[in-house]
């Protein structure tokens, strides 16, 4: 599975846009990029996922260059209630195990 | 519709004791998973059921920890004798793709392991 890289944490204030940028160099041909979220004393929940391109929906876009050598989560005017912990994995195949890194920290302030 | 759900939420036991964690996926999904988190640590995958079959258990750490589901449903992990470095928070995710890429992953709250 491919090994994926991100900050550790980033700072942002409300209404702010946001972008955590993932690497993923040994990325395989069928490999999906897939991004959570995760509250403390929660579960990861599912934000978005995409192969190529631009993926977007109601909270988040997906950008994925050419090579798919990385990705980006762009959070459009972000708010406090978007402090959490941001996880991008990548894998391939449905029923297969998603493995997680170590996220980015967003701290959101006022 | 009914989510992921665990039980219990959070459970705190003796080193050597035996302790089970319970996990109700989204009714209809075959896919189950199990992952921990320990204190600080990420998040690790440790095993994976297709209905009641173990597709992947590679993250299983030793044999004290044992995961069953019967008939396909609900699963159970079962920690026997539970030693300190269990502690930590144990996930269940649950998700109905079988084809294509690999879909959403719907993660339960969590069951909060204490040992003492």
């Known amino acids: 599975l491919a090994k994926t890289t991100q900050p550790i944490s980033m700072d942002s204030y409300e209404g702010q846009e946001v972008n955590i940028t993932c690497s993923h160099n040994n990325i395989a041909t069928n490999d999906y990029i897939t991004w959570y979220q995760q509250f403390p004393s929660q579960g990861p929940r599912f934000i978005i996922q995409g192969y190529k391109t631009k993926v977007t929906n109601e909270v988040a876009s997906l950008f994925i260059p050419a090579d798919r050598k990385s990705s980006t989560l762009s959070l459009p005017r972000v708010s406090l209630s978007d402090t959490a912990v941001y996880y991008c994995?990548?894998?391939?195949?449905?029923?297969?195990?998603?493995?997680f890194g170590k996220g980015t920290t967003l701290s959101v302030s006022s | 519709e009914a989510g992921v759900t665990q039980f219990p939420s959070h459970s705190v036991i003796e080193k050597g004791q035996t302790v089970t964690l319970r996990c109700d996926p989204i009714s209809g999904h075959d896919n189950l998973y199990w992952y921990r988190r320990v204190m600080g640590k990420e998040i690790k995958f440790l095993l994976h059921?297709?209905?009641?079959?173990?597709?992947?258990e590679s993250g299983m750490p030793n044999n004290r920890f044992l995961a069953e589901r019967t008939g396909g449903t609900y699963s159970t992990l079962k920690v026997q004798p539970a030693e300190l470095e269990d502690s930590g928070v144990y996930f269940c995710?649950?998700?109905?793709?079988?084809?294509?890429?690999?879909?959403?992953?719907?993660f339960g709250e969590g069951s909060r392991l204490t040992v003492l």
């Open positions: 995710a649950s998700s109905s793709r079988l084809a294509g890429g690999p879909g959403e992953l719907f």
């Open positions: 059921f297709v209905k009641e079959s173990k597709q992947d």
């Open positions: 994995l990548v894998g391939n195949q449905a029923g297969t195990a998603l493995i």
